[in-house]
């Protein structure tokens, strides 16, 4: 299990989140597009794998990303996608067309990221969305690209330490994350008080509305950083790497990006971009090996991740 982690970043604005969940091309492109020896800015760049046709032709990828998740994929002050997630996705747009803009990131939920995939509204899904052998049942899991785990935040107050405490009492989550589908199968004891977006579930836990709050611990590690009457608790359930979602079949599409993935990962891009996303030294270190490196990989559980 994952030990718990700190982390420090810039301050965010959480309600201007419900003002960026629409498709938008909006966002900075990352300061490495182009300047990390792998991506030739107004080139597209062979990674080893074709890129497919329909996108190809559409001349953009259309990415479906969170927009209240902060680090990872967020809508900062100036209204704009920003994040370690959109990071990689204005990279995979520097590969296809050398232009890291060429680019429509759509704010996704937990909920709707499947169904936003498989309605063709989206490309791909690039959601901090855990491997589970449920979700691979319906879509393609690209490799690895980050890992998490499910904790708990609770007031700084709470007399709760861990998930056995939670037996009987309220928990807020967010509908179709790992967290929901966790207590689900495991705690059928557990009442839960399901909302869309981060900034609905967080308001019920300082309304004392639930109990605790439980997410994935990236997302919960930053809220409390920011807040110093919370704080995380609990050992990591369901830990599982994130992967990138692509429609269940779709070869050409699984291929090229795990291909545009593995030559990130052997550039140490993953890292690069964590560093200026995460700038605070002592949670670098921690974080680390939870990143592909070049000499660091991710593999996905051999089974299932709801396990009690």
């Not at 991506?39 to 479906?64: F, I, M, N, Q, T």
């Not at 996303?277 to 670098?284: A, F, P, R, S, Y």
Request: charged share 20%.
């Amino acid at each position: 299990m994952r030990s718990r982690i700190g982390i420090v970043v810039s301050a965010v604005v959480v309600l201007a989140i419900a003002a960026g969940c629409s498709s938008s091309d909006k966002g900075s492109a990352p300061g490495s597009a182009g300047g990390s020896g792998i991506a030739a800015a107004g080139s597209p760049v062979d990674v080893g794998a074709p890129l497919p046709d329909e996108v190809k032709s559409r001349g953009k990828l259309v990415v479906g990303v969170k927009c209240d998740y902060p680090p990872f994929g967020y809508i900062d002050e100036a209204s704009k996608n920003a994040g370690f997630e959109i990071d990689i996705a204005h990279q995979l747009a520097n590969y296809a067309f050398g232009d890291p803009n060429a680019l429509t990131l759509t704010c996704v939920t937990g909920s709707n990221r499947v169904s936003f995939l498989t309605s063709k509204r989206i490309d791909l899904i690039e959601a901090t969305m855990n491997w589970t052998a449920e979700r691979a049942q319906t879509i393609d899991f690209t490799t690895p690209y980050f890992d998490s785990g499910v904790k708990l935040l609770v007031p700084k107050n709470s007399p709760i330490t861990s998930f056995d405490q939670l037996a009987g009492k309220t928990v807020v989550s967010i509908t179709g994350a790992t967290a929901s589908l966790w207590l689900t199968q495991c705690m059928k004891n557990v009442k839960q008080m399901l909302f869309g977006e981060t900034s609905q579930a967080l308001s019920a836990l300082t309304q004392n509305r639930g109990v605790a709050f439980a997410q994935d611990d990236t997302l919960l590690l930053d809220l409390a950083a920011k807040n110093s009457n919370l704080k995380v608790v609990g050992d990591a359930k369901a830990d599982s790497p994130w992967g990138m979602g692509v429609r269940k079949g779709d070869a050409p599409m699984l291929g090229w990006v795990n291909a545009a993935l593995a030559k990130m990962a052997a550039a140490d891009f993953f890292w690069a971009e964590f560093q200026k996303t995460v700038t605070d030294k002592t949670v670098q270190e921690q974080f680390a090996k939870y990143v592909p490196r070049p000499s660091n990989t991710l593999s996905y559980p051999t089974g299932s991740t709801m396990q009690c």
